[in-house]
């Protein structure tokens, strides 16, 4: 099958023949449609995330939509045929997602949204887990909360803006200029990030601060954040700590 490899960080993938991979117990093979590209991966491939323990050469690409192609043993929930999706790979020894195929952990897959296409499909998993994570497991977000997320505008933020109103609460969003609309399309009350806090506390919150503050950019705005959320109940996130 074809994959774009990377034999070297800092370097960029070369799109070359490798040999298809088999499904184990618990694996399903896919075959890939559409992979998600995200700021993570550009950071493995120039060899700044350590944490990814990547091994090279090695396939890059964590988020993947496709067709399941077989299932090996013990796997249930899955049949050749069916639209899958989900975060498989592209860290430490597990091939990434910028292939024609990848036998992926079961585990780590889910049926492919029926309102969406496979390329559409494939943007999803990492931006969404991520930002479940920190608005649900973390700050355990709910109904009548207020939430600021910094860079409503990103992947990740445009997520966070969608789960937290799915969980009933008043979202506010800073962005740059050219992102306050699609801020507000998400339903989200769009803040110039370039506003300053005590302006936009004053605004929105009359000065008490904001519930929950999820911060998706890092450095300084993850400094700025401390200053926005409610004194002794307000809690701060971040995806970039």
């Given at each position: 099958?074809?994959?774009?490899?990377?034999?070297?960080?800092?370097?960029s993938?070369?799109?070359?023949?490798i040999?298809?991979?088999v499904p184990?117990?618990?694996?399903?093979?896919?075959r890939?449609?559409?992979?998600?590209?995200?700021?993570?991966?550009?950071?493995?491939?120039?060899?700044e995330?350590?944490?990814?323990?990547?091994?090279?050469?090695?396939?890059?690409?964590?988020d993947?939509?496709?067709?399941?192609?077989?299932?090996?043993?013990?796997?249930t929930?899955?049949?050749?045929?069916?639209?899958?999706?989900?975060?498989?790979?592209?860290?430490?020894?597990?091939q990434?997602?910028?292939?024609?195929?990848?036998?992926?952990?079961?585990?780590?897959?889910?049926?492919?949204?029926?309102?969406?296409?496979?390329?559409?499909?494939?943007?999803?998993?990492?931006?969404?887990?991520t930002?479940?994570?920190?608005l649900?497991?973390?700050?355990?977000?709910?109904?009548?909360?207020?939430?600021?997320?910094?860079?409503?505008?990103?992947g990740?933020?445009?997520?966070?803006v969608?789960?937290?109103?799915?969980?009933?609460?008043?979202?506010?969003?800073?962005?740059?200029?050219?992102?306050?609309?699609?801020?507000a399309?998400?339903?989200?009350?769009?803040?110039?990030?370039?506003?300053?806090?005590?302006?936009?506390?004053?605004?929105?919150?009359?000065?008490e601060?904001?519930?929950?503050?999820?911060?998706?950019?890092g450095?300084?705005?993850?400094?700025?954040?401390?200053?926005?959320?409610?004194?002794?109940?307000?809690?701060?996130?971040?995806?970039?700590?």
């Open positions: 099958m074809r994959a774009a490899v990377l034999e070297r960080f800092g370097e993938p070369t799109v070359t023949e040999e298809s991979p184990d117990t618990g694996q399903v093979l896919v890939i449609v559409a992979s998600g590209v995200n700021p993570l991966d550009t950071k493995i491939r120039a060899g995330a350590g944490h990814a323990r990547l091994r090279l050469p090695a396939v890059l690409g964590m993947l939509a496709g067709v399941v192609e077989e299932v090996g043993a013990d796997v929930g899955f049949a050749p045929g069916d639209p899958v999706y989900g975060l498989t790979g592209g860290v430490g020894e597990l990434g997602s910028l292939a024609e195929y990848a036998a992926v952990d079961a585990r780590l897959l889910g049926p492919a949204p029926a309102f969406l296409d496979l390329r559409e499909a494939a943007a999803l998993p990492l931006a969404v887990i930002a479940w994570e920190a649900v497991d973390r700050a355990q977000v709910r109904f009548g909360q207020t939430v600021l997320v910094h860079g409503g505008g990103g990740v933020g445009q997520m966070a969608q789960i937290a109103r799915a969980h009933g609460a008043h979202v506010f969003a800073t962005g740059s200029a050219r992102s306050l609309d699609t801020i399309r998400l339903g989200a009350t769009p803040i110039d990030y370039t506003t300053a806090v005590e302006d936009y506390l004053a605004e929105h919150t009359g000065g601060g904001f519930d929950v503050v999820f911060d998706t950019v450095g300084a705005v993850l400094d700025a954040s401390f200053a926005a959320p409610r004194t002794y109940t307000g809690h701060v996130v971040s995806a970039l700590g």
